[in-house]
């Protein structure tokens, strides 16, 4: 089932949308500004956060999807407005490819289902359904091991990790195990794993499930 964090200001808007996508079966999980958004995307891993771009004060919904796509980027991303474009709500740009939707020309809320899917389809993963086809060996892991792997990548030390994280070093340390297991690295291995998990990831053998 794919999880989806709501993020919209107005309350009766927000219980709207939230008993729609259930219908259609996503997990959906709300929020009501980008801070509380934020906050939630590390605890829930969404596959898609689907958020309006005019959250009142404070950071806006364009700010949000900025931020979640520079840092979480195989998070689908759809954007909801009441404008026809997104540059009179917060004078900027959304993430390429991102599905906006403007409230007054929804017709059926089936559109924001169909706008998440798109949102998943333009995700640029390390590796695809059609590359996975190709018999190339490719790891599955979760968001949060796809973002345990960005952080080694980078070259961060497991204390490093466990800030960027906002866990302790132990869960830090567990997660990085855990996310070599997935890979198929183990601790008997002769090779240095935190070397061989970077080298996939860089590879495009990995994909977020």
Known sequence: MLKVLLVEDDSFTRQLIENALGQQGFAVTTANSASAAIELVRSIEPHVIVSDLDLGTGATGLDLLGMVNREFPWIGLVALSAHSTSML????????????????????????????????????????????????????????????????????????????RGTSLRAAENMIQRTYKSLGLTRESKRNNRV????LWRQGKVRVR
């Open 89 to 164: 709500v917060a004078g900027g740009s959304l993430p390429e490819g991102t599905p906006y939707l403007v409230k007054a020309a929804i017709k059926d809320l089936t559109e924001i289902g169909t706008a998440i899917r798109v949102s998943i389809s333009n995700l640029d993963v390390p590796m695809n359904d059609a590359e996975l086809s190709t018999g190339l060996e490719v790891h599955a892991v979760s968001p949060a091991q796809a973002e345990t792997l960005r952080l080694l990548s980078q070259g961060h030390t497991n204390q490093a990790i466990a800030d960027a």
């Open 196 to 199: 061989e998990a970077v080298s």
